[in-house]
């Protein structure tokens, strides 16, 4: 069988770009051709995407574990295989034993943005399974998603069976026992959906409806269709990292795909509280893992993939309360072996920097990363980014004082409440670090010296403070950006902006409901797929099928909304609950800042008494 | 820091199977990693980015096999060449497999400057019978040069001293087999299925080529060709 597909497979790859993303056969690939029980693990993008995914490997590790379960990985073939695949009718297939998607058991997507919905639509194309959950017979797969866009799972819902919410380590393995029970016993795709909404933190879309069916695209309340359905579907969170085994054996891929490293995750969750963010909010609290658990883990990762970086990832990495520690471990452990560690991001003061510096040792300094998001303290206390000018000052005159010439910052265009005074303060604030840059780098080489400026437009994302404000309309956002230009410095700054057009339709995806389903299905159909590829993305196909289904992006997007309507993911529950994500809205109208609870005593988000967990620094819960 | 003895370690690997569909820049990736997954004691370059010290043959190209390929590691002490192999053996997908390791003088000239002969076998499909590939290659070689295109350049091949060795075909199960030896030069080498595919195209014969394996690299001396 898989000898038959494999010879299949292979005439196409020398046609195609980049055949290194389909041929499997990777070091630490996991193949179990006797299991019964068959998962596809789908990353809704390419190879080199997909391979950098964390929740891919854990799952994969994880699942592979089970005694008759079988994970195997499956990506979106490239345009060019896709039509390749098409044309002599080969079936979307997992990698490691070729199997139809069609026929594993279960198909799991992880959902990392808005932008690979229509990946989803061509993955279940390709793959032979019908689109919608309500088409699918007894013989199709359960497709089940999780990520990220779990938390409002109604824009995509109508095209999957059943959605995790939530870290997925313990979900994913009462899922799957679940499913085989029901197997076992001979019930039906029915009885295996219901089984599924049984287990906590799984929702499954079919089994609720729209409680008012002329609410505004965007608004409404999603609810039960029977009493034996639950109401609130909440998030799943493990109480401590520690009871986990990360993945320290992860495939190891030929290609040179995005993140080409071994990864260890050091903390899981973030509450530093800035009110924008999603992942703030939805993934809390603070778990910590040990030091000795993070330092055993990078070297046995190291050891088993043969990778010559290993990351340190999280949400906020140096705010680990043992980061020092782990650092100064591990460059004694890796001393003289041309392996480096890096850090995703920094925290803006003199200890992160420091913490930079441990990491690069004599060696080469790759430019420094901070977000400041806004140019003026009064914006950045309604965003609760804790961080002055003065912090940021300091910083770039410890960072360009020990070395580094090459920093980036990003900043937020239309964040709530922002005028066009704050706008200007971003080019002054960059006037400055320029400036303190300069008398901090030594005169020869001055010259080259650029501070590399990265604007994005702010997108309102569901459970944060912010999910009510409006977006700004695309010829608004135009109009600030020129603001903006005429602001920065006429030298040593590299603009860049992430394109306008890709948040907008990020921001009408993101907080839309099942009426979404019509759009990406029709955006689908006209050719949209690869939406976060620039080269592929087109907003005009995108806006003929809002267009076509009836539905205004814009209103979708740029209105603000009612506090007191019910929002499409008021049925998914984070564990923040609606009363402090109201206050902190209050909060940030008056411009009044909230501290970081990891240390400085609780403030009331309602995450840890609901979820039952507690923050965890060090590996020990604080008690 | 002085500069430490080192130790130079030839080993030979294949390229094979699948794996064929993978770049030189992917094969010297993935061979790095076995070498430090085999905990081998690499030595390591001095300088701004430090990495590990190792040289690879000529390249292969995607799509082409190779069944006796060559990279030097520097080792910062001496492994036992049978243990170094086992310990690469055991580290290394089996696709990449490596067949042999042994140590080389430090003085040995690199790999890239010493292989400049290469054999292939180009296997083409039953769609062309053996007599009508033997004529079509023979009428290829009786011009003196071979123009190749790729990628939008115009490379001009002198026969006579890109191919050292008569090509010859063999007839085998399911098709045939153009074998032919190679001497890359300093305007690059000619590509086998290059030359195979312009016979087919002379002759009005179908692109039939079915897989194209380097079977052997070596090198040029006054006694005639010698594996490294
Ligand atoms: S409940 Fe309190 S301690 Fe827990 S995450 Fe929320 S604010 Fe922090």
């Known amino acids: 069988m898989r000898d038959d597909m494999w010879a299949r497979v292979e005439p196409l790859l020398d046609g195609v770009e980049r055949p290194a993303r389909y041929l499997d056969s990777e070091w630490g690939v996991r193949v179990r051709p006797d299991a019964s029980y068959r998962v596809a693990l789908v990353y809704p993008d390419t190879y080199e995407l997909g391979m950098a995914n964390q929740a891919v490997a854990i799952l994969y590790d994880i699942l592979n574990e089970v005694d008759g379960v079988a994970a195997e990985r499956c990506f979106v073939p490239w345009k060019d295989m896709a039509a390749a695949m098409r044309a002599a009718d080969v079936p979307l297939h997992t990698l490691e034993t070729l199997q139809p998607l069609r026929d594993c058991a279960l198909v799991g997507v992880t959902l990392p943005h808005e932008l690979t919905y229509t990946n989803v639509l061509e993955m279940l194309d390709l793959a032979g399974i019908p689109l919608r959950s309500v088409d699918r017979g007894e013989d199709d797969p359960l497709v089940i998603a999780g990520g990220p866009c779990a938390f409002n799972p109604e824009p995509i819902a109508s095209f999957l069976d059943a959605v995790l919410v939530g870290e997925g380590e313990e979900a994913v393995l009462e899922l799957v026992e679940a499913d085989r029970a029901v197997i076992e016993a001979g019930g039906t795709r029915a009885d295996r959906l219901r089984a599924l909404s049984g287990v906590p933190g799984v929702y499954v879309p079919t089994l609720y409806v729209s409680a008012d069916g002329s609410a505004q695209p965007g608004c409404g309340a999603v609810v039960p269709a029977d009493a034996a359905t639950p109401r609130m579907v909440t998030k799943r969170a493990l109480k401590d990292l520690g009871s986990v085994r990360p993945p320290t054996c992860p495939v190891v891929p030929y290609m040179d795909v995005v993140h080409d490293r071994a990864v260890v995750e050091v903390l899981r969750g973030c509450t530093r509280g800035c009110r924008f963010c999603q992942a703030g909010m939805v993934y809390r609290p603070v778990r910590e893992r040990g030091a000795d658990d993070i330092v055993h883990d990078v070297m046995a990762t190291l050891r088993c993939t043969g990778h010559d970086e290993v990351s340190l990832v999280s949400l906020s990495t140096t705010d680990h309360s043992q980061i020092e520690e782990v650092l100064r471990r591990l460059s004694r452990s890796l001393e003289g072996r041309a392996v480096s560690v890096s850090l995703p991001s920094l925290r803006v003061d003199s200890f992160g920097v420091e913490m930079a510096r441990l990491v690069a040792g004599g060696g080469k300094k790759a430019g420094l990363t901070f977000a400041p998001e806004a140019g003026t303290q009064r914006l950045r206390d309604v965003i609760n980014k804790n961080i002055t000018e003065e912090d940021l000052l300091g910083t770039i005159e410890h960072a360009f004082g020990a070395g580094w010439r090459r920093v980036k910052l990003y900043f937020m265009l239309g964040l709530p409440s922002e005028t066009d005074d704050d706008i200007r303060g971003i080019g002054r604030l960059v006037h400055k670090v320029l400036d303190v840059a300069r008398e901090n780098t030594p005169k020869d080489q001055r010259g080259g010296l650029k501070i590399g400026v990265s604007v994005a437009t702010f997108v309102p994302k569901p459970h944060t403070p912010f999910q009510w404000e409006p977006q700004l309309t695309l010829p608004e956002v135009r109009r600030r950006q020129e603001i903006l230009r005429e602001a920065m410095p006429r030298r040593g700054v590299d603009l860049s902006w992430h394109d306008p057009d890709v948040s907008f339709l990020e921001g009408a995806l993101a907080r839309g409901g099942r009426e979404l389903s019509d759009v990406i299905e029709k955006a689908w159909r006209s050719g949209c797929v690869f939406d976060a590829w620039t080269e592929e993305f087109s907003l005009p196909r995108w806006l003929a099928a809002f267009e076509s289904a009836g539905i205004d992006p814009v209103a979708l997007a740029s209105s603000e909304r009612d506090p007191a309507d019910a929002l499409p993911w008021d049925h998914i529950s984070s564990g923040v609950s609606k009363r402090y994500l109201l206050r902190e809205r209050e909060r940030a109208v008056a411009g009044v800042t909230t501290r970081d609870c990891s240390f400085d005593g609780c403030t009331g988000c309602d995450a840890c008494g609901d979820l039952g967990l507690d923050i965890v620094l060090g590996g020990a819960s604080r008690g | ?228």
């Open chain 2, 1 to 228: 820091m002085a500069e430490r003895t080192t130790f130079r370690l030839r080993v030979r690997f294949g390229k094979l199977g699948r794996l064929r569909h993978l770049s030189h820049l992917e094969v010297m990736r993935a061979l790095e990693r076995s070498i430090r997954r085999a905990d081998l004691p690499y030595a390591v370059t001095q300088g701004f980015s430090p990495h590990m010290k190792a040289a690879f043959g000529p390249a292969l190209p995607v799509g082409t096999a190779g069944l006796r390929e060559y990279y030097d590691l520097w080792l910062r002490e001496l492994v036992p060449a049978p243990e170094a192999l086992a310990r690469l053996a055991a580290a290394t997908p089996p696709g990449m497999a490596p067949g042999a390791a042994r140590y080389v003088p430090e003085k040995a000239p690199s790999l890239s400057a010493a292989l400049t002969i290469a054999r292939y076998e180009v296997g083409v499909g039953p769609a062309v019978g053996p007599e009508m590939l033997v004529r079509a290659v023979e009428d290829v070689l009786a011009e003196s040069e071979l123009t190749v295109k790729a990628k939008g350049k115009t490379k001009v091949f002198d026969l006579a001293s890109v191919l050292p060795e008569e090509p010859r075909v063999e007839s085998s199960g399911s098709g045939s087999t153009v074998v032919l030896t190679t001497r890359m030069g300093a305007t690059g080498s000619l590509r086998p299925e290059a030359l195979v595919g312009r016979a087919l195209e002379c002759a009005g014969l179908p692109h039939a080529i079915t897989t194209v394996t380097r079977t052997d690299l070596l090198m040029e001396t006054e006694g005639g060709f010698m594996r490294p």
